[in-house]
Structures are given as C-alpha cells and as structure tokens.
C-alpha cells in the first residue's frame, strides 16, 4: 500500500492502546469494534487505519463517546473491501473510491470470470484492477513479516494469510498461477511469502503457527488443483515416469507437490509418493515403474540420504541388451554441498524441470 513508512509500520503500541479502550475482543456492546481488534483482524496496522480514515474518510460511522473510534460491521465491510483492492494493485486513492462506492450500494462486488490458464486449467481471473507491479519492492509488511524485495502479490498474499482470510489467500494464489504459470508463481509468489511467514513463526513463538497452516494448506490445493487438471493431457502413456518422493523421516512435500505439477502442466508422466517415504517403499515403487528420472526430496541434512541416492542411481533396468539407469536428481537444501558422480544437484524448481526435459527429450 502506497503509504508512508511511518504509517506503514507494524505500531504495536498504538495496537496496544487501542485495545485497551473496551478488553481484549475489542468489542462495546452494539457500538462496533475497536481499531485494535479491527487492525488484528485485518492484518494491518493501527495507524494504517486511521491513515485511511484521515485521507480518504474510510473511518468508522459511529464514534460513542466522542473521542474513540468503533467499527460497525458495514464499516468492517468497507475496509475489508479496501485491504483487497489495493492487495492486488489497485492505488489507494482508487481502492478507496471503489470500496466507499460498493458500502453505499452503488457498485456491485466485483465479479470472479473464469478464464484459461496454463495448461487448459481454470483459474478465476483477478479482480478488475490495475495489475499488480512486475517489479520487486522492498518491503516489510504491515504485519511485521520480514518480505523484502519482492513482487506485490507477496505482501497481498501475507496479509489475506495473517488476517487469516482464506478465501482471499486462494485467490490470490490461483490469480498468481494465471498470471505468471506455475513455476513463476512458485518462485516469486509462493516461496517468498511461505519463507516470511515460516520466519515470523519461528521467531515469534507460536504466535503465526496458524497462518503457516493456512498458508501452506492453500499452496497445496493451489498445487494439486493444477496438476489434477493437467495430468494426463498431451502425455504419451507409454513413457516411463518420473518419480518424486521424500526422503524417510522427511515430512516437507510442497516443492515436490510443485515439481510435480509443473511437470503434469508440461505433459510429463509423474509419480508422486509423498512425504517421508520409507526406503523399502520408494525401491519397490522404483523397480516396479522403472521411472526416467528419481527426484529425492530433503528439507534437513538429517534425512539426506546419500547411500540411498547412490543405490537408486547404480540400478540398472529394462529389457536384456537395452538397459538404461534412471536420472537421480538430489533436490533441497538438506543435501547441502553433498554429491556424487552421476546424481544431479538442481538449485531451484526451473532447475529441476531443465534438468528433467533434457532427458525427456
């Protein structure tokens, strides 16, 4: 949002105060809710709030006692509607406008149309406004979260996840897949927003745990909605798979579930096993689909596996006189600077599909 940083920032202790007018819900009886327990809600700051009632009059209607604001749900209505235009690019200034004409009945919401995306999926389009900044913004969130330089959509998407609004977090993320594709969107939506969070959370105490949850859930239906609609599309069905799968011990399946559906989006046979697969498992789901390519998921060096890597890569399968080795990627940062002659070390989700084309092709 294009405020001042003084108005931008995280003010906990105007947040404070705020919240100390009527308890902790922030509610007064019939009277509305607090800017406190609004900004909360909202995923934006105090100050933020008051800015808005300041310079565009999105302030609260009923103010009881003549000094301390109180929210009615129309006016939490309105400035619901102003976090979401300008979450997707719209200038404040606009978003206003539009969120004070929808409160009085004089605009409809704005319509969801359904267009094509990547791959012949279905993605509602984004809302009508102006598109969001292709170029990277330094930033730190009005909830705190540590973004940096990153694309618009991050610092919509962080905050529809820290006001804990799931509707407009899928969203998001379904108009980011539209927009970019999916491997875009994977590195320059996704990743940045789900890396801010997974760092409030850890430095925060429990306090984000929720909004990782939401988040990470989202990402996943965001992920397999892709690939459910692509997989099998333009495929030859006699091509030999590629096989995913995380390593024992290791839970983390996201950059697989998003390796495994750009691959789906590109025609390519895929096998998904999942998290934290035991060895007996990923060997018998190996010699019985004898896959082009192997790729081993791990998030800690604690369930790098490199004997086990090593192994896969020295199978020798198919038919006598035409036997082949499958191509054994070693991918996420639990491998470190581990290697060995014959594996291969993608960086990065584009990486992995280079890599994987190559021998497809």
Same mark, same amino acid.
């Given at each position: 949002?294009?405020?001042?940083?003084?108005?931008?920032?995280?003010?906990?202790?105007?947040?404070?105060?705020?919240?100390?007018?009527?308890?902790?819900?922030?509610?007064?009886?019939? /009277?509305?809710? $607090?800017? #406190?327990?609004?900004?909360?809600?909202?995923? @934006?700051?105090?100050? *933020? !709030? &008051?800015?808005?009632? =300041?310079?565009?009059?999105?302030?609260?209607?009923?103010?009881?006692?003549?000094?301390?604001?109180?929210?009615?749900?129309?006016?939490?209505?309105?400035?619901?509607?102003?976090?979401?235009?300008?979450?997707?690019?719209?200038?404040?200034?606009?978003?206003?406008?539009?969120?004070?004409?929808?409160?009085?009945?004089?605009?409809?919401?704005?319509?969801?149309?359904?267009?094509?995306?990547?791959?012949?999926?279905?993605?509602?389009?984004?809302?009508?406004?102006?598109?969001?900044?292709?170029?990277?913004?330094?930033?730190?969130?009005?909830?705190?979260?540590?973004?940096?330089?990153?694309?618009?959509?991050?610092?919509?998407?962080?905050?529809?996840?820290?006001?804990?609004?799931?509707?407009?977090?899928?969203?998001?993320?379904?108009? /980011?897949?539209? $927009?970019? #594709?999916?491997?875009?969107?994977?590195?320059? @939506?996704?990743?940045? *927003? !789900? &890396?801010?969070?997974? =760092?409030?959370?850890?430095?925060?105490?429990?306090?984000?745990?929720?909004?990782?949850?939401?988040?990470?859930?989202?990402?996943?239906?965001?992920?397999?909605?892709?690939?459910?609609?692509?997989?099998?599309?333009?495929?030859?069905?006699?091509?030999?798979?590629?096989?995913?799968?995380?390593?024992?011990?290791?839970?983390?399946?996201?950059?697989?579930?998003?390796?495994?559906?750009?691959?789906?989006?590109?025609?390519?046979?895929?096998?998904?096993?999942?998290?934290?697969?035991?060895?007996?498992?990923?060997?018998?789901?190996?010699?019985?689909?004898?896959?082009?390519?192997?790729?081993?998921?791990?998030?800690?060096?604690?369930?790098?596996?490199?004997?086990?890597?090593?192994?896969?890569?020295?199978?020798?399968?198919?038919?006598?006189?035409?036997? $082949?080795?499958?191509?054994?990627?070693?991918?996420?940062?639990?491998?470190?600077?581990?290697?060995?002659?014959?594996?291969?070390?993608?960086?990065?989700?584009?990486?992995?599909?280079?890599?994987?084309?190559?021998?497809?092709?």
């Amino acid at each position: 949002m294009a405020l001042s940083a003084r108005e931008d920032a995280d003010t906990e202790n105007a947040d404070s105060a705020e919240n100390g007018e009527s308890g902790e819900s922030g509610e007064s009886g019939d /009277a509305g809710v $607090t800017t #406190g327990f609004l900004a909360r809600k909202l995923g @934006v700051s105090p100050t *933020t !709030l &008051r800015s808005w009632d =300041r310079r565009y009059g999105l302030g609260p209607a009923v103010r009881p006692d003549g000094r301390h604001r109180r929210w009615a749900p129309e006016d939490v209505a309105m400035v619901q509607e102003m976090c979401r235009l300008t979450a997707v690019g719209l200038p404040p200034a606009e978003a206003a406008r539009a969120a004070k004409e929808a409160a009085r009945g004089s605009a409809p919401a704005t319509p969801l149309r359904v267009a094509r995306g990547p791959a012949d999926v279905r993605f509602p389009e984004r809302p009508s406004a102006a598109p969001p900044r292709s170029r990277p913004q330094a930033s730190r969130s009005a909830t705190g979260l540590p973004l940096g330089d990153v694309r618009q959509e991050c610092r919509g998407l962080a905050r529809a996840a820290v006001r804990l609004d799931a509707f407009a977090v899928q969203e998001q993320l379904t108009a /980011a897949v539209r $927009t970019h #594709g999916l491997a875009k969107a994977w590195e320059e @939506v996704m990743v940045p *927003t !789900l &890396r801010a969070v997974g =760092r409030k959370w850890e430095s925060s105490g429990d306090r984000y745990v929720e909004v990782e949850h939401l988040l990470s859930w989202h990402v996943s239906a965001t992920l397999r909605h892709v690939y459910v609609s692509a997989a099998g599309h333009g495929r030859d069905a006699a091509a030999s798979p590629v096989l995913l799968a995380c390593l024992p011990g290791e839970p983390h399946t996201l950059p697989l579930e998003a390796l495994n559906a750009a691959l789906a989006e590109r025609g390519v046979p895929v096998l998904m096993l999942g998290g934290a697969v035991p060895p007996e498992a990923l060997m018998t789901a190996f010699h019985r689909v004898g896959p082009s390519a192997v790729v081993l998921w791990s998030q800690s060096s604690d369930t790098a596996n490199l004997p086990l890597a090593r192994h896969i890569g020295a199978i020798r399968w198919g038919v006598r006189g035409a036997r $082949t080795r499958s191509q054994v990627l070693l991918s996420g940062p639990g491998w470190g600077r581990r290697s060995a002659p014959g594996l291969l070390r993608p960086r990065h989700l584009a990486d992995a599909l280079r890599l994987i084309s190559a021998r497809e092709n």
